[in-house]
């Protein structure tokens, strides 16, 4: 059947507490561009929305402060990230779901598990390590989308990196070694 993990790795408490007093702007605008360029590379992804193209994606990662709003806008996707209030999710307009809002909660190894085809999204949905709520069809439609685009966060990064592309590779690498989670598409590993 399902596998679901044994253990999902958290975010680390302390640059977590850190990522609450960051300012949001910046990185959502390096996010958006980053989702430009996966847009550029991966066209087919965004098409794979059908109906749900325009749909808003409320990302929650459990173990930080903040939520990652993902709006495909049909290809010309825009990343945005908003804080909790109070360190939780508010059901309301600034980050939690509203009547137009598909939300995918839980630890962001999880989440970037499931983009890196590391773990199982049912068993992770059965296990409760994943919530879902809202537009479930979106939800579905971005899970499909997203696996037929067998996406690699690293290797997209490293696409717009330059001559920095090995030193991050190995930055990566390491990083996944230390913490255990799924920073790229390691399809021996995963099949």
């Known amino acids: ?6 253990a999902i790795p958290t975010f680390p408490k302390l640059p977590a507490r850190a990522l609450g007093v960051v300012p949001l702007g910046p990185i959502s ?3 958006s561009a980053f989702a430009k360029q996966v847009a550029r590379r991966h066209p087919a992804l965004f098409r794979r929305l059908g109906d749900h193209a325009h749909a808003r994606f409320i990302l929650d990662p459990t173990d930080l402060p903040l939520v990652m709003r ?22 309301g307009p600034d980050g939690g ?13 999880a989440l970037l598990g ?11 949905f059965f296990s409760r390590d994943l919530l879902i709520e809202g537009d479930t069809g979106a939800v ?20 717009i990196s ?13 990083a996944e070694g230390a913490t255990g989670v799924a920073l790229s598409r390691h399809e021996e590993e995963f099949a």
């Open 140 to 159: 579905l439609a971005l899970r499909n989308a997203i696996d037929d685009a067998e996406l690699d966060l690293a290797a997209e990064l490293g696409a």
């Open 162 to 174: 330059g001559p920095l592309r090995q030193p991050l590779e190995r930055l990566i690498a390491l």
């Open 29 to 31: 605008m390096a996010l």
């Open 114 to 124: 499931l983009v890196h085809g590391a773990f199982d999204g049912d068993a992770l």
């Open 1 to 6: 059947m399902f596998q679901v993990p044994v």
């Open 97 to 109: 779901p509203d009547g137009r809002d598909a939300r995918i909660a839980g630890p962001l190894a």
């Open 70 to 91: 993902l709006e495909p806008n049909g290809g010309a996707p825009r990343v945005t990230l908003l804080r909790h209030p109070d360190g939780g999710p508010d059901g």
